[in-house]
């Protein structure tokens, strides 16, 4: 082989180039998760989905679910599971509103805020504040973009949830219907 040939050899394509991007990228996403996830764990006993949701509950009490999984950027389903897991390790309080009795809202208890009061920082806090730290343009494309990426993989229909949740059972208050 030439010295020349060699050299072509060597060079990359910039489309493989910026596929090595994207997937170090994600892959500094994953790992930052899950040591943060771990962290989490170790110093207040919860996974950082769950440091999370109580986070964003603290900012306003009082919210509902579809509030809460609008304050998370997720759905209303993936918020449920979560929240019905603080609400039996005593972390959240649920309780019928006092305006309309049909919904509830939800709300730190003591030992919630306890608990926040040592926790650190949640990764999900950290990306989505770079997130929106983005300008709108920005944030859209990125946004088009992940879904076409998701789309071309054949993930589009993987439902969305919150990183590293473990799935649970369900709230045995809830009967099935």
């Known amino acids: ?12 394509e ?11 990228s994600l892959r500094r996403i994953v790992h930052a998760l899950r040591v943060a996830t771990r962290a989490s764990e170790r ?5 950082g989905a769950q440091l999370f949701v109580l986070r964003q509950l603290s900012a306003t009490s009082g919210q509902s679910l579809g509030d809460l999984a609008a304050r998370t950027r997720t759905t209303r389903s993936s918020i449920s599971e979560v929240v019905a897991r603080l609400v039996r390790n005593g ?5 019928p509103s006092s305006i309309d009795r049909r919904r509830a809202v939800l709300s730190l208890t003591a030992q919630g805020e306890a608990l926040l009061a040592n926790a650190p ?6 990306l989505l504040r770079g997130l929106e730290s983005l ?7 990125l946004a ?3 879904e076409s990426w998701l789309t071309r993989s054949g993930l589009d229909d993987v439902a969305p949830a919150l990183f590293f949740e473990r799935p649970g059972t ?8």
Do not use: F, H, K, Y
């Open 14 to 24: 910039p489309s493989v180039t910026d596929t090595a991007r994207a997937m170090d």
């Open 144 to 146: 088009d973009s992940l």
């Open 170 to 177: 369900r709230d045995p208050s809830r009967r099935s219907g």
């Open 135 to 141: 300008d709108e343009g920005t944030r859209r494309t």
């Open 91 to 95: 972390l959240v309080n649920r309780a």
């Open 1 to 12: 082989m030439t010295t020349r040939s060699r050299s072509r050899s060597r060079q990359i």
């Open 43 to 47: 110093a207040v006993g919860l996974g």
């Open 121 to 126: 920082e949640t990764i999900q806090e950290r």
